[in-house]
């Protein structure tokens, strides 16, 4: 089977949709050798911010020695990003073979009562099997969609993080906070410690008390140069460095144990300061099950070295212009995204923001359209090639009520390339909406 074999059926899965439940996930792992237990590993899941803890945790541990695997959902420019070695993406041929291989388990499994396999399911067995066969020695696992039904949730962690939480994919995951924080707490296990951002009460309450029933020790991030007095509860703290805006700069991480300052964080925007604290507690916490320390050395590489593709990529342009490609495509990321757009603007005196923007169905469009297009001095709209994207012309349609001079295109690259070429000097041109808008503008990279 070659790469693009491999790509064509992998897509033929895509009509079945995705299928809550894990008896299938199951069956297919136990049938290849249950990989996923060969290795330790530390599972995110949260609406805002799973990606970059993720790869902030397989980052921390890559630098402390350890072979460490990465499994992300969803990939931005190749799908080889989505399974990783110590950062290096898994090789096409490699991932053509494992489809090979698994595809005669899929094949059996769809003769049963358990049905098709998924095209996630295809590919969440398809990395841990490939951590296995690399024998790595953690692996950090993003969440798919939810938790408690997801596909990744047959792991057996050691530590489990779930990021701030809010409302997303209400129409699978439900409508309230706590009822999202529900599915979202079912990666909790039984004594094994989660650290979460989550602050909403409601969404915290259910994690607090999930986390009591299953004996888990919870540690909660919050922004904060020192813990509350008197607090009963197990708390990171983190802060600006004295040195720093809450913008720009290095960071204080205060653990329990340990006092990190100083810390550069290699991927950009003040909101992935708490993405950092979420993953310096869970490589803490999850080091710590296995009589194992944070080095913290290794600590301040993995998070000034940590790369992920669509967070505040930014891009010199001509005449002092800049490039930003940043894949906010739910209400929480685009209102974290917005602060760091406008502290970017002020430190490189741009003038102006053209807005290059296309969406799936899933999110609130016209929620992120008034965070995003409300600063922008001119709207390019335009729909990926996704299966759920959203017409160009609807995203046009609720951009004209927050700006006032909005335009229309058939692709990504057309709407790219458009607001690149249209703009003067000292603009900052700004691609979102959907990793999957970022992922078509590869070719924009390094202009």
Known sequence: MTFE???????????????????????????????????????????????????MAASILHAHGLKTGSYFSPYVYDVCERVQVDGEPIARHVLAAL???????????????LGQTTEFELKTALGFLYFARQQVDWASIEVGLGGRLDATNVVKPSCTVITN?????TEILGDTHAAIAYEKAGIIKETVPV????????????ITEIARVRHA?????????????????????WSPASN???????????TPTSVYEDVEIG?????????????????????ARHGLSVRPDALRSGLANCYLPGRMETYALPHESQLVLDGAHNLMAAQALMPAVNALIKRNDLQRIYLVVGMLTGHDPDEIMRTIAAFADRTYCCAPQWKRARAAEEIGTLARNYCSDVRVFDTVMDAALSAIGDAPGRTLVLVTGSFYTVGECAALRGR
């Open 5 to 55: 074999e491999a790509l064509a059926y992998m897509s033929g899965l895509l009509r079945f949709g995705w299928k809550p439940g894990l008896s299938r996930i199951e069956e297919l792992c136990s049938l290849v050798g249950n990989p996923q237990n060969a290795y330790k590993v530390v599972h995110v899941t949260g609406t805002k911010g799973k990606g970059s803890t993720t790869a």
């Open 99 to 113: 489809v090979n291989e698994l595809r005669v388990q899929i094949e059996l499994l769809s003769q049963t009562d």
């Open 165 to 169: 939480i809010g409302l997303d994919h």
């Open 195 to 206: 650290v979460t951002a989550a602050r909403n009460q409601e969404a915290l309450d259910v």
């Open 217 to 237: 020790p919870l540690i909660r991030i919050i922004e904060s140069q020192t813990p509350p007095v008197n607090s009963r509860e197990e708390l990171v703290c």
């Open 244 to 254: 720093s805006d809450r913008h720009v700069g290095r960071m204080v991480i205060a």
């Open 267 to 287: 991927l950009q925007g003040a909101y992935q300061r708490e993405n950092a604290a979420c993953a310096v507690a869970a490589v803490e916490q999850a080091l």
